[in-house]
């Protein structure tokens, strides 16, 4: 749904906790307790439901009197019996309700389905927010609020927790407890009939008080809109996620993945860092609570003791992470420090007889070395420095440093105390160097996973030229023709119309000619039939290395097709090479229609390897370059190739991907393709062979983009204008912008300020400006004016955006013009520009708040249409635009 009424879930100002008389459950009793133990400062009252009679059937239930009209409601009652109370609850004026647990056995499955929609029909006419059924509650802290069943107590932090079970949740507050560690938000959703993931992201997302985001689910209702909010969270605070995990099957009986390898690549390119384990997650809220930014990648170990270093170093080694090298000048301070002449490197083993002032002095000569990004402390007991004495001097050098410090105190009873001082100083501190490094690198992989959010592939193609009329001549083809799958030469023809290259081998009519072909090829070769009553001919034979295999392949074959097919001719034969030159080993790369996250984009090994291998990696299209060098770097497939050829290579097989989300983009009844095989040479890729599905249905096609989880940039919006004799661009605000939009708004004289932001500040923070650039497409537009200078630099002359909330009718725009160019026509342009985009998204009205003195605003609004009323706070003036239906292009 949206974020509308949720204030009065998470942030009433009064609350009643309504128990049906005749449903056993203590869920109302621990409710109260909480309540009254968080202090909660608005008035709670408890209220009755029962059966209107004692003679009545059915649900139908009484609510009691209410002294007041609470803001939230929490539900305890049969569930067959909840839609009854939650209408009566909306008649009254409450706008948000939780509905705890309910006795599952005593309902079937049917009748729950049907409770379940009885109760959102029931919320619907008042707007009344529902979460759960099944739900444990909900806590705000900061705010004294606990409605939730937790048998932990809740104490105040950064950290929103969201989860799908109350026995996850309350093993996480109580894991947190024990460390200090508080919470801004705990929700439990139960089964998110109406308040679902999405709808809390777009809550926290928000919060001023949320710092980082810890969230534990199952499943999800509708992936395109998690997309949209996870994406939208992720932009400026950090997520990390557990999932429970499925059995690993795949989706059909020959997918190369699985549907938890779908998901894994769904969270990732929403930026979240995805976890394991519990244990992981442990760690994972320690770290959400104590770690700073990280400017690298590169990792320092110091040790005290050759052995605990060597196995760190190995660790992160094994991991994929990265050790630090030793300046010159580092080396020289710990040879002083030190006093030793023993070679100084990375992981540093200090001497054995180390005191505890010189750990913290060899710490900080780290800390102050450019060339190291984070370190890692490894200390085991030791006679000549007291662990707590260590910890106290790591926490001391930690404090003076902004790098982070990752403390690992390796042993038992006696390093207990050392971590819990480095906890208690806000120090991340570890009990094993596995740990530790499993912390810094998925701490590593929020920073990767965040840079790869921020990339915004385009709708329409960059740096080649698709004959899209081609393709879709082709598809149209097939789609009159009534198939749904392509022919071989309709399938060439749409690759080929976008630059990718497809085997086409000739016919030839008896084996000798084969062998004959084959000597210009190159062994080994695949051998096929060609039979003259199919449409498509397929390699049955792989891997013939000589004239006497190719003999031999060709009688088996022909002999196959008469047991297979009686009355089957034989009108020739197809070769084709077995290995790329290359001599890397065949690709399959394809795609797949995901009935949860739309389209999906594999690539791994060949299906004519003959086994099915796990080597595959997934992506969600849109892709661009960027995004297509890392679903590549993750395949690994030229790990193994010469290391002068390796970037042509992977350069080619990117290249490739990028054309193919390109392809998905520009046509709609594409469902389906698969690549198998292909070859990667340093001078492109060739594909052997190719399968191409197609739905031809119009409400599939009708769906456009939205096939996508992820919607990419609206290049199609972008539009050069003439401007007073400028060349300007007006297109959808990019991440790159933060830094021109930043000068715009900097260079607002005060009083522009003050019009556009009701106040006279002029240096927004670096977190809101990432916000207004770093935008989700779906739910929001911002056009930005821009003019490009002879340095070939962009400033902004302008800007306007429009935001509406997920299944909303209306959009609220906002809108600034540069104050040394306005009542010069472009802010005109600009709204005028928005609307018509309003309008064609289908929204029905767009609407703006300025202040009474803008008497320019004012003008220009009533010029284009606006209604102007006198706003709902004191000394502004609303805005309306009602929106017709989209002119007909």
Same mark, same amino acid.
């Given at each position: 749904?949206?974020?509308?009424?949720?204030?009065?879930?998470?942030?009433?100002?009064?609350?009643?906790?309504?128990?049906?008389?005749?449903?056993?459950?203590?869920?109302?009793?621990?409710?109260?307790?909480?309540?009254?133990?968080?202090?909660?400062?608005?008035?709670?009252?408890?209220?009755?439901?029962?059966?209107?009679?004692?003679?009545?059937?059915?649900?139908?239930?009484?609510?009691?009197?209410?002294?007041?009209?609470?803001?939230?409601?929490?539900?305890?009652?049969?569930?067959?019996?909840?839609?009854?109370?939650?209408?009566?609850?909306?008649?009254?004026?409450?706008?948000?309700?939780?509905?705890?647990?309910?006795?599952?056995?005593?309902?079937?499955?049917?009748?729950?389905?049907?409770?379940?929609?009885?109760?959102?029909?029931?919320?619907?006419?008042?707007?009344?927010?529902?979460?759960?059924?099944?739900?444990?509650?909900?806590?705000?802290?900061?705010?004294?609020?606990?409605?939730?069943?937790?048998?932990?107590?809740?104490?105040?932090?950064?950290?929103?927790?969201?989860?799908?079970?109350?026995?996850?949740?309350?093993?996480?507050?109580?894991?947190?407890?024990?460390?200090?560690?508080?919470?801004?938000?705990?929700?439990?959703?139960?089964?998110?009939?109406?308040?679902?993931?999405?709808?809390?992201?777009?809550?926290?997302?928000?919060?001023?008080?949320?710092?980082?985001?810890?969230?534990?689910?199952?499943?999800?209702?509708?992936?395109?809109?998690?997309?949209?909010?996870?994406?939208?969270?992720?932009?400026?605070?950090?997520?990390?996620?557990?999932?429970?995990?499925?059995?690993?099957?795949?989706?059909?009986?020959?997918?190369?993945?699985?549907?938890?390898?779908?998901?894994?690549?769904?969270?990732?390119?929403?930026?979240?860092?995805?976890?394991?384990?519990?244990?992981?997650?442990?760690?994972?809220?320690?770290?959400?609570?104590?770690?700073?930014?990280?400017?690298?990648?590169?990792?320092?170990?110091?040790?005290?003791?050759?052995?605990?270093?060597?196995?760190?170093?190995?660790?992160?080694?094994?991991?994929?992470?990265?050790?630090?090298?030793?300046?010159?000048?580092?080396?020289?301070?710990?040879?002083?420090?030190?006093?030793?002449?023993?070679?100084?490197?990375?992981?540093?083993?200090?001497?054995?007889?180390?005191?505890?002032?010189?750990?913290?002095?060899?710490?900080?000569?780290?800390?102050?070395?450019?060339?190291?990004?984070?370190?890692?402390?490894?200390?085991?007991?030791?006679?000549?420095?007291?662990?707590?004495?260590?910890?106290?001097?790591?926490?001391?050098?930690?404090?003076?440093?902004?790098?982070?410090?990752?403390?690992?105190?390796?042993?038992?009873?006696?390093?207990?105390?050392?971590?819990?001082?480095?906890?208690?100083?806000?120090?991340?501190?570890?009990?094993?160097?596995?740990?530790?490094?499993?912390?810094?690198?998925?701490?590593?992989?929020?920073?990767?996973?965040?840079?790869?959010?921020?990339?915004?592939?385009?709708?329409?193609?960059?740096?080649?030229?698709?004959?899209?009329?081609?393709?879709?001549?082709?598809?149209?083809?097939?789609?009159?023709?009534?198939?749904?799958? &392509?022919?071989?030469?309709? =399938? @060439?023809?749409? $690759?080929? *119309?976008?630059?990718?290259? #497809?085997? %086409?081998? +000739? /016919?030839?009519?008896?084996?000798?000619?084969?062998?004959?072909?084959?000597?210009?090829?190159?062994?080994?070769?695949?051998?096929?039939?060609?039979?003259?009553?199919?449409?498509?001919?397929?390699?049955?034979?792989?891997?013939?290395?000589?004239?006497?295999?190719?003999?031999?392949?060709?009688?088996?074959?022909?002999?196959?097709?008469?047991?297979?097919?009686?009355?089957?001719?034989?009108?020739?034969?197809? &070769?084709?090479?077995?290995? =790329? @030159?290359?001599? $890397?080993? *065949?690709?399959?790369?394809? #795609?797949? %229609?995901? +009935? /949860?996250?739309?389209?999906?984009?594999?690539?791994?090994?060949?299906?004519?390897?003959?086994?099915?291998?796990?080597?595959?990696?997934?992506?969600?299209?849109?892709?661009?370059?960027?995004?297509?060098?890392?679903?590549?770097?993750?395949?690994?497939?030229?790990?193994?190739?010469?290391?002068?050829?390796?970037?042509?290579?992977?350069?080619?097989?990117?290249?490739?991907?990028?054309?193919?989300?390109?392809? &998905?983009?520009?046509?709609? =009844?594409?469902?389906?393709?698969?690549?198998?095989?292909?070859? #990667?040479?340093?001078?492109?890729?060739?594909?052997?062979?190719?399968?191409?599905?197609?739905?031809?249905?119009?409400?599939?096609?009708?769906?456009?983009?939205?096939?996508?989880?992820?919607?990419?940039?609206?290049?199609?919006?972008?539009?050069?204008?003439?401007?007073?004799?400028?060349?300007?661009?007006?297109?959808?605000?990019?991440?790159?912008?933060?830094?021109?939009?930043?000068?715009?708004?900097?260079?607002?004289?005060?009083?522009?300020?003050?019009?556009?932001?009701?106040?006279?500040?002029?240096?927004?923070?670096?977190?809101?400006?990432?916000?207004?650039?770093?935008?989700?497409?779906?739910?929001?537009?911002?056009?930005?004016?821009?003019?490009?200078?002879?340095?070939?630099?962009?400033?902004?002359?302008?800007?306007?955006?429009?935001?509406?909330?997920?299944?909303?009718?209306?959009?609220?725009?906002?809108?600034?013009?540069?104050?040394?160019?306005?009542?010069?026509?472009?802010?005109?342009?600009?709204?005028?520009?928005?609307?018509?985009?309003?309008?064609?998204?289908?929204?029905?009205?767009?609407?703006?708040?300025?202040?009474?003195?803008?008497?320019?605003?004012?003008?220009?609004?009533?010029?284009?249409?606006?209604?102007?009323?006198?706003?709902?706070?004191?000394?502004?003036?609303?805005?309306?635009?009602?929106?017709?239906?989209?002119?007909?292009?």
């Amino acid at each position: 749904m949206t974020v509308r009424n949720l204030e009065f879930l998470f942030r009433p100002e009064s609350v009643a906790v309504i128990a049906e008389i005749d449903e056993p459950s203590r869920y109302a009793e621990v409710v109260l307790a909480n309540l009254a133990a968080g202090g909660f400062a608005g008035p709670v009252i408890s209220a009755d439901a029962r059966k209107r009679s004692l003679f009545s059937m059915g649900s139908d239930v009484r609510l009691g009197e209410m002294e007041l009209v609470p803001d939230l409601a929490i539900v305890c009652a049969a569930l067959d019996n909840v839609a009854s109370i939650v209408a009566q609850l909306g008649e009254r004026g409450t706008r948000a309700v939780i509905v705890g647990p309910w006795l599952r056995h005593r309902m079937n499955s049917h009748q729950v389905l049907t409770a379940r929609q009885a109760i959102l029909e029931a919320a619907r006419p008042s707007l009344t927010r529902v979460l759960g059924p099944g739900s444990g509650g909900l806590a705000v802290p900061a705010r004294g609020f606990n409605a939730s069943v937790s048998p932990v107590p809740v104490t105040p932090g950064k950290i929103a927790l969201i989860s799908q079970s109350t026995a996850v949740a309350a093993a996480v507050l109580d894991r947190a407890h024990s460390r200090g560690i508080g919470f801004s938000t705990v929700l439990h959703l139960g089964t998110s009939i109406d308040v679902d993931l999405a709808d809390v992201l777009d809550w926290l997302a928000a919060d001023q008080d949320t710092r980082s985001i810890l969230v534990q689910f199952d499943s999800l209702p509708d992936g395109r809109k998690f997309m949209s909010a996870a994406r939208a969270a992720a932009r400026n605070k950090p997520v990390v996620s557990i999932r429970s995990r499925r059995v690993k099957i795949p989706r059909t009986p020959d997918g190369p993945f699985a549907v938890d390898e779908v998901y894994a690549a769904a969270l990732r390119r929403a930026g979240w860092v995805g976890i394991d384990t519990l244990g992981d997650l442990f760690e994972a809220i320690e770290a959400m609570a104590r770690v700073r930014p990280m400017r690298g990648e590169r990792l320092t170990i110091l040790a005290n003791g050759h052995g605990l270093g060597g196995i760190a170093g190995d660790t992160l080694r094994r991991s994929g992470g990265q050790l630090g090298t030793l300046s010159d000048d580092t080396v020289k301070r710990l040879r002083d420090l030190l006093h030793t002449r023993s070679k100084l490197e990375n992981p540093l083993a200090l001497p054995a007889d180390v005191s505890a002032a010189k750990w913290g002095a060899a710490l900080a000569a780290v800390l102050d070395d450019s060339e190291t990004d984070a370190v890692l402390t490894v200390c085991s007991p030791s006679p000549f420095a007291p662990s707590t004495e260590v910890a106290a001097a790591i926490c001391a050098a930690s404090k003076a440093s902004e790098r982070n410090v990752f403390t690992c105190w390796v042993g038992g009873s006696s390093m207990l105390e050392a971590q819990h001082i480095a906890a208690a100083n806000g120090v991340l501190s570890h009990d094993s160097p596995e740990k530790a490094i499993a912390v810094f690198l998925g701490v590593l992989d929020y920073r990767r996973n965040r840079a790869l959010l921020m990339q915004m592939p385009p709708s329409r193609a960059e740096g080649f030229s698709p004959d899209i009329d081609a393709a879709r001549g082709a598809i149209g083809e097939a789609i009159s023709a009534g198939a749904a799958i &392509l022919t071989a030469r309709q =399938a @060439r023809r749409v $690759l080929q *119309a976008y630059g990718i290259a #497809v085997a %086409d081998y +000739p /016919l030839v009519s008896s084996v000798d000619a084969g062998i004959r072909l084959a000597e210009k090829i190159g062994y080994p070769v695949d051998l096929g039939l060609v039979l003259s009553n199919a449409a498509d001919q397929v390699p049955l034979a792989s891997g013939l290395r000589s004239p006497a295999e190719i003999k031999l392949a060709g009688r088996s074959l022909r002999r196959s097709v008469r047991a297979q097919t009686p009355g089957g001719r034989v009108s020739g034969y197809r &070769l084709r090479p077995s290995v =790329a @030159r290359s001599g $890397l080993p *065949a690709l399959r790369l394809g #795609v797949d %229609d995901d +009935p /949860l996250f739309g389209l999906v984009i594999f690539l791994g090994p060949s299906a004519t390897a003959g086994t099915r291998p796990d080597g595959f990696v997934i992506a969600l299209p849109p892709l661009n370059p960027t995004l297509a060098r890392d679903l590549v770097a993750h395949s690994h497939f030229a790990d193994e190739a010469p290391r002068d050829q390796r970037e042509h290579l992977e350069s080619a097989a990117s290249s490739l991907l990028v054309r193919l989300s390109q392809l &998905l983009a520009d046509n709609d =009844a594409v469902v389906g393709i698969e690549l198998d095989p292909l070859f #990667v040479e340093t001078s492109g890729v060739l594909v052997l062979d190719v399968r191409v599905r197609i739905r031809p249905d119009r409400a599939r096609r009708k769906l456009g983009l939205r096939r996508f989880a992820i919607r990419p940039y609206p290049k199609e919006l972008e539009r050069a204008v003439d401007w007073h004799g400028r060349r300007l661009l007006i297109r959808p605000i990019r991440p790159e912008d933060e830094s021109t939009l930043g000068e715009l708004l900097n260079s607002l004289e005060p009083e522009d300020s003050r019009m556009r932001f009701f106040d006279s500040m002029r240096n927004l923070p670096r977190a809101r400006l990432a916000r207004f650039t770093q935008i989700d497409y779906d739910r929001e537009m911002a056009l930005v004016a821009v003019e490009r200078g002879p340095d070939g630099g962009e400033s902004a002359l302008g800007e306007v955006r429009a935001v509406a909330q997920p299944g909303s009718t209306f959009a609220d725009f906002a809108i600034v013009v540069a104050s040394a160019i306005k009542g010069k026509g472009l802010g005109r342009l600009l709204l005028q520009c928005i609307i018509d985009y309003c309008r064609d998204r289908g929204l029905r009205e767009l609407r703006g708040e300025t202040l009474d003195g803008n008497l320019r605003m004012q003008g220009l609004a009533n010029s284009l249409g606006f209604q102007l009323t006198t706003g709902s706070d004191r000394g502004t003036v609303d805005l309306r635009l009602a929106l017709g239906k989209p002119q007909a292009k």
